[in-house]
């Protein structure tokens, strides 16, 4: 119940004008939090579009496909492409090189620093893959970043016979194939397949012919190329689609026995014309949109069966981001700090893919590099321990456990709560206003109400041990399924105003209650430690959130955070918000709290920040948040049923209302 005192309040920021009905309260000073506002772009959690109808996606770490993850390796990094491309007036001569452009706060909408620059990343100094140092480095990078191979983008002269020293880029693929070589006489399981470039330049079947004939007779034999794909080594055909089926006939006819080959035709494009001739195909798609596309998974799985069930492979195209604006596109991507990379991960696992084609590895102009070289996103993509690594190890969602599986089903959604299930799989809870709770991933069934509450349910709370959870309603009453106890309500009296949030004791052996006018409510071995429910408050309070050590905030519509007996790390108290603020929730790794707002925006203080909705348009209001287990990400759930995932939150399934 309600304790009998007013302990002092050590934040209050965005109430104004406070009526003091008891103990006076001390003012925290406003401190600014590390944090990147709303208006910083993030989106659906992976493969879960604002709408309703996405493809059900599988997730499948590269560990599970058979030929595991390659990136497209470019060859053309030398000094005179460098200075192409950041133009004559870069200043070469600083050190560390100083980056050559802008990005605005969504990671897009380059501006360039320098007259003639196209690029918006570099490394520190320039590096050059004429030295056969440079291109061991690659490779030993990509190996720590866990990647199967380079799919190396190369086309040579044309002619028969040619040799490493006819030009520069086949000298720069001979060091490639020896740098190879070397790590696998190290003993890595590190290979090759060739992504052939005959897209941007038109070449000749004569041309072509040559080529294939010099690979074969150079590389045909050599270790470094794979040939987990029937025995022979992988010819990727890029910009096939844009080749006469005569030639593509022709070409497939010489060389097919010797060479796997894998068409670069686009979903729409893939045709009973030219199946004959290719054993798989893999469009190269850089900048699919998970956000504004999410059509293009189902696109995707399309494609993908009609090869399955012509009995050739899918190889599934992933990418962090793009932006080539500077280059003339009129398109961006943005990487939104992995959660692009993971939201097609998910998505494009919906074809079942038999391995996968990043791009890329240095694909620089374009913003689809993920080395750890340049100096813009460092170590984390391409690194030991970056975004890409995290992929190609797995993660429980890829390791027996359920995956993804929305769920028909009307309602109105208003809390999400984390678990997890045997095994240490990784689920969540959506429970909606009927208190109908909805199992997804590893979250174990464990009962909804079998008759209509006297009161909405507003939340719904887990059990520190995740073996059960509360449902609230908004007179206070409280439910109790699984292993979570019932420790008494407030279900029979007369409230002041309706309960709007519930959280629980470190130990799970109590709980508070908190209603809209900042009254608290402590039952079991949770400790009253104040409220606002005598005060004036310029907006209601509509969250709550405990530390492990028993003290606790609340928050305002208004993004006005009171402190009780916990730190005060900051608020949006006072700022101008686009959508009041509907949420608040600690993180279990004790560094701090989130809110989350009606449109999604997220402010972090203390917590990291993983990305926010701000900015998009929704198919219905955010009304609750929720961390992953660890705290390195988190959920948001619409009134719709739409689950939006970020950082380390596995997208499991979401409601089609």
């Not at 809870?429 to 709770?437: H, N, P, S, T």
């Not at 309960?499 to 079991?524: E, K, N």
């Amino acid at each position: 119940m309600r304790g009998p005192g007013w302990p002092t309040v050590r934040a209050r920021l965005g109430v104004v004008g406070l009526v003091l009905l008891a103990a006076p309260l001390a003012a925290a000073p406003f401190v600014a939090a590390p944090l990147i506002l709303g208006s910083l772009r993030a989106h659906p959690g992976p493969a879960a579009p604002v709408t309703a109808g996405a493809a059900k996606a599988t997730p499948t770490s590269s560990t599970n496909s058979s030929q595991g993850m390659y990136a497209y390796y470019y060859l053309w990094w030398d000094t005179q492409h460098w200075q192409t491309t950041l133009g004559a007036h870069y200043p070469f001569g600083q050190s560390p090189l100083p980056l050559p452009a802008t990005l605005d706060s969504s990671g897009c909408n380059p501006s360039s620093l320098y007259s003639g620059n196209i690029e918006t990343d570099v490394p520190a100094s320039l590096f050059t893959e004429d030295d056969p140092l440079q291109v061991t480095y690659d490779v030993q990078s990509a190996l720590a970043a866990g990647l199967s191979g380079f799919a190396v983008d190369w086309y040579g002269t044309g002619s028969a016979a040619q040799t490493p020293a006819s030009n520069a880029e086949n000298a720069r693929l001979d060091s490639l194939v020896r740098a190879v070589d070397q790590a696998q006489a190290e003993g890595h399981n590190f290979h090759l397949w060739l992504s052939y470039e005959a897209s941007s330049t038109s070449l000749t079947q004569t041309a072509i012919t040559g080529d294939l004939s010099y690979l074969s007779s150079r590389y045909g034999n050599d270790p470094a190329f794979d040939r987990s794909n029937d025995g022979r080594p992988t010819f990727i055909w890029v910009g096939s689609y844009k080749y006469p089926t005569s030639v593509v006939a022709a070409i497939s006819g010489q060389f097919r026995s010797a060479w796997y080959f894998v068409g670069g035709y686009q979903w729409n494009q893939w045709n009973p014309t030219v199946a004959p001739y290719f054993d798989a195909d893999s469009p190269y798609w850089s900048s699919q949109n998970p956000w504004t596309n999410s059509q293009s998974f189902q696109q995707l799985a399309g494609l993908a069966a009609t090869l399955h069930a012509e009995g050739k492979k899918y190889f599934a195209p992933l990418s962090p981001g793009f932006d080539r604006q500077l280059d003339g596109s009129g398109g961006c991507v943005p990487r939104d700090n992995g959660a692009t990379l993971q939201a097609l991960y998910t998505g494009n696992a919906a074809g079942d893919p038999q391995g996968w084609l990043l791009i890329s590895w240095n694909e620089i102009t374009e913003g689809t590099y993920v080395t750890p070289e340049l100096q813009r996103y460092g170590s984390a993509y391409g690194g030991p321990n970056g975004f890409v690594h995290a992929l190609t190890t797995g993660n429980a969602a890829a390791s027996g456990c359920s995956t993804h599986a929305d769920q028909p089903g009307p309602g109105t959604f208003l809390a999400v709560a984390a678990t997890t299930g045997t095994g240490g799989c990784p689920g969540y809870w959506l429970a909606d206003a009927a208190g109908q709770v909805r199992s997804f991933g590893g979250a174990a069934d464990l009962g909804s109400l079998s008759a209509a509450p006297n009161a909405p349910v507003v939340g719904i709370t887990a059990t520190p041990d995740r073996g059960g959870y509360w449902l609230l309603g908004a007179d206070g009453g409280v439910f109790s399924f699984g292993d979570a106890q019932f420790y008494g309500s407030t279900g029979a009296l007369r409230l002041n105003a309706p309960v709007i949030a519930m959280t629980a004791t470190a130990d799970g052996r109590g709980y508070w209650l908190v209603a809209q006018d900042g009254g608290v409510f402590s039952f079991g071995d949770a400790v009253f430690r104040g409220s606002t429910g005598g005060l004036r408050l310029n907006a209601p309070v509509v969250g709550m959130a405990a530390t492990s050590a028993g003290g606790y905030w609340l928050v305002g519509a208004d993004g006005g955070v009171f402190s009780f007996s916990a730190p005060f790390l900051g608020s949006m108290g006072g700022s101008h918000l686009n959508q009041p603020v509907v949420g608040i929730t600690a993180d279990p790794a004790g560094r701090g709290y989130r809110m989350v707002a009606a449109d999604g925006g997220i402010f972090s203080f203390g917590a990291p920040f993983y990305g926010s909705l701000g900015g998009l348009s929704l198919s219905a209001p955010i009304r609750s948040m929720a961390p992953s287990l660890d705290g390195n990400g988190y959920y948001l759930v619409g009134t719709d049923g739409a689950l939006y995932a970020f950082g380390d939150a596995p997208y499991l399934g979401r409601v089609l209302s």
